[in-house]
């Protein structure tokens, strides 16, 4: 048999991140009862008795997601966890437990990792979990970081992304749009420091948008409030690749459509006047930035009058029929068709 010499090579950033995991995932099978819901969702679903386990794992990795000249290693390790979680509410399940693996190069000293776990330590005491287990070893090419996050839910009470219906509401938590303008004011005092190291960045002006890219918080708070209101979303995901992506799962994984409405995406004010400065679309932020880590979820018109007023929760939209597609409605009262531009690891940009 010849072999062929010029085998064929397709790029992996071709396919997107989501398009890579479908793809290499599409043999997998189910063969234990106890799995409820396995790859395709922010978390998996376990089902031990009375109540289901979820779990769910990040990677960090040094140059992809993270940048050591301007983040700390204790936000680093705060971070790591915080990404974990979020995914682990996304399901409405209670987080309890992480296991942590590290890579490190021989630049990293001890003292560099006892920072790096200053902010997994201080993350697990803030969130009530336990850290059970991990693994390092070495590395050529710096720090990576794996994180997987374990969590417990009520069997009936999880929350997948392909529960929403035509008619739910398109609910979102917070603000959005705060990290990726954070980045930006990080990336350009970068810049500025190369060209001159001796100048010291002020950013004092830019607080809460670094705060929100250095150190998310992940919304526990709001898992604990939809059960004291009595309301149970019809799908749910948490916004870390940007408000289209996010929107655009909900609604293949539910079969439904979305009108997502333009003035009711939710802006910090810094968010907005940092845009100007940027001289970009604040819009177009909010629906491409990702890394907020906010929650987005649909839930019944019949639910209402119980988050009617609550300032946690914004209401940015409806679900519609599959076949009326994919919409933002802009300012001017245009329908745009929303297209996934969030951030894409596999290209290493948004």
């Known amino acids: 048999m010849i072999e062929d010499k010029n085998p064929k090579r397709t790029p992996l950033s071709e396919l997107g991140e989501f398009k890579l995991i479908d793809h290499l995932t599409e043999h997998f099978k189910i063969n234990q009862k106890s799995t409820v819901k396995g790859i395709g969702d922010d978390a998996a679903v376990l089902d031990y008795g009375k109540k289901q386990v979820v779990v769910s794992t990040d990677l960090l990795v040094e140059g992809v997601h993270f940048d050591l000249s301007y983040v700390p290693l204790k936000h680093l390790g705060y971070k790591a966890v915080i990404v974990n979680l979020s995914d682990i509410y996304a399901m409405n399940a209670k987080a309890t437990q992480i296991t942590v693996s590290i890579a490190v190069s021989n630049r990293f000293p001890l ?3 006892e920072e790096l776990y200053a902010g997994i330590t201080t993350a697990a005491e803030l969130y009530k979990i336990d850290v059970v287990g991990g693994d390092t070893t070495s590395s050529t090419s710096g720090l990576i970081i794996s994180v997987t996050a374990i969590g ?46 001796n100048s010291q960045p002020d950013l004092s002006m830019y607080t809460y948008i670094v705060e929100r890219q250095l ?12 059960q004291k209101l009595e309301v149970k979303p019809t799908s749910m995901i948490d916004i870390s690749d940007g408000l289209s992506s996010e929107v655009i799962h909900i609604c293949k994984q539910s079969k439904v459509g979305v009108d997502l409405f333009e003035n009711k995406i939710p802006l910090d004010p810094q968010v907005i006047s940092t845009c100007e400065e940027f001289n970009i679309d604040s819009t177009t932020v909010a629906l491409s930035g990702g890394e907020d880590y906010e929650l987005l979820m649909t839930i019944s018109q019949d639910d209402y009058p119980k988050i009617k007023g609550n300032p946690n929760l914004t209401v940015i939209g409806y679900m519609t029929e599959e076949e009326r597609g994919m919409h933002l409605v802009t300012r001017a009262e245009q329908k745009i068709p929303i297209i996934a531009k969030g951030w894409n690891a596999l290209n290493n940009q948004p």
């Not at 150190?215 to 939809?226: F, Q, T, W, Y």
Request: proline letters at 5%; zero cysteines.
């Open 111 to 113: 003292e560099a990792l």
């Open 152 to 197: 417990e839910v009520e069997k009936g009470n999880e929350v997948l992304r392909s529960g929403a219906k035509p008619n739910d509401l398109l609910v979102v938590t917070g603000d959005i749009g705060g990290a990726y303008m954070g980045l930006q004011v990080l990336e350009r005092e970068k810049e500025v420091f190369k060209v001159n190291p």
């Open 215 to 226: 150190k998310p918080e992940a919304r526990k708070d709001i898992v604990e409030l939809l």
